[in-house]
């Protein structure tokens, strides 16, 4: 099992990277991740699997989540 970190998921697809602790980019789809959808910044656990094209991580678990986006916008600020 290698610990990492989602780069990049694209909902409508349900397609997404995750780069692992060894540096390498894995090939994530929504069906190996139990839960809502995957963010940006998730720290997953995975099983890394090798496969034509590029590797996949397989077992994907969600250690923790995301932090939530910052708003930077003040009530009452004038635009």
Do not use: C
């Not at 780069?19 to 929504?30: A, F, I, M, Q, T």
């Not at 699997?49 to 590797?55: I, M």
């Amino acid at each position: 099992m290698i610990n990492g970190q989602i780069e990049f998921y694209d909902e409508d697809s349900e397609w997404g990277l995750i780069r692992g602790d060894d540096g390498h980019l894995y090939e994530l789809r929504s069906a190996q991740l139990a839960g809502p959808a995957p963010r940006v910044g998730d720290k997953v656990l995975f099983e890394p699997q090798h496969a034509a094209g590029a590797p996949r991580a397989v077992a994907v678990r969600r250690l923790r989540p995301a932090p939530a986006p910052i708003d930077l916008r003040r009530s009452g600020a004038r635009t």
